[in-house]
């Protein structure tokens, strides 16, 4: 099993809202990632979470709060967003740090904040 | 820090060979990883080089020279399926940077 799933596939969300999105991988990885990504852009890293404890964060506003519960599962909280955090966040996995250079992608969420 | 430059676009005709190139600059490297996007998709991997030489799969293969700093990815037998967004990116320790990207389309 390759495939790394998310939930919601779209989210809108005013900017009082609070909202989580989800991720789950059962490959076995070790290394999970949360990346922003806007239209005609590259992926951004946001969060790198390692043996279930948080390795990276690429300071990220505190709006943005990861949680990873266990090593099949990452969330990413949302709260109090602006209209600029609008854009696909993608959770993906590797077998392991350092290298993480073979990610595995999720299909995303399309975050839209109103 | 780390920084990538690719093409911005190429464009090619089906059953052709196209090259994306890729340079880098980066504090640590382990190696060069490239990914295709679909319009609407996910980035998916392709490849990944730690070693300078050729690493085939199928009708993509990708190089590295880790004395220049620079890499590319060759896609031969073009197909209207290969018109995507291909990445190079670097990874370390986790920390992955990605190529601002090359939009490749194929035409008939």
């Known amino acids: 099993d390759t495939e790394v799933t998310q939930t919601p596939k779209h989210l809108v969300m005013g900017m009082t809202n609070k909202k989580s999105l989800k991720c789950e991988q059962h490959?076995?990885?070790?290394?999970m990632y949360w990346y922003k990504q806007k239209a005609k852009k590259p992926p951004e890293l946001m969060f790198v979470?390692?043996?279930?404890?948080?390795?990276i964060n690429e300071s990220v506003p505190s709006r943005f709060s990861p949680e990873c519960p266990n090593s099949s599962l990452l969330n990413l909280h949302l709260h109090a967003l602006q209209p600029e955090d609008s854009a696909l966040y993608l959770c993906?996995?590797?077998?392991?740090?350092?290298?993480?250079?073979?990610?595995?992608f999720g299909p995303g969420t399309r975050l839209t904040v109103t | 820090g780390q920084s990538l430059e690719q093409p911005s676009e190429v464009t090619a005709v089906e059953g052709a060979i196209v090259q994306i190139n890729c340079t880098y600059q980066?504090?640590?490297?382990?190696?060069l990883s490239w990914y295709q996007q679909h319009d609407g998709g996910a980035p998916t991997f392709l490849s990944y080089n730690a070693l300078d030489g050729l690493e085939e799969t199928g009708r993509f293969s990708s190089f590295l020279s880790r004395s220049d700093s620079y890499g590319y990815l060759l896609l031969q037998e073009l197909q209207m399926k290969d018109s995507a967004s291909y990445f190079c990116?670097?990874?370390?320790?986790?920390?992955?940077?990605f190529g601002d990207g090359t939009t490749l389309t194929v035409k008939p």
């Open positions: 980066t504090s640590g490297f382990y190696g």
């Open positions: 490959m076995g990885h070790r290394a």
């Open positions: 979470y390692s043996y279930e404890k948080l390795s």
């Open positions: 993906a996995s590797s077998q392991d740090l350092p290298d993480g250079y073979e990610q595995y």
């Open positions: 990116a670097v990874s370390n320790a986790g920390k992955s940077t």
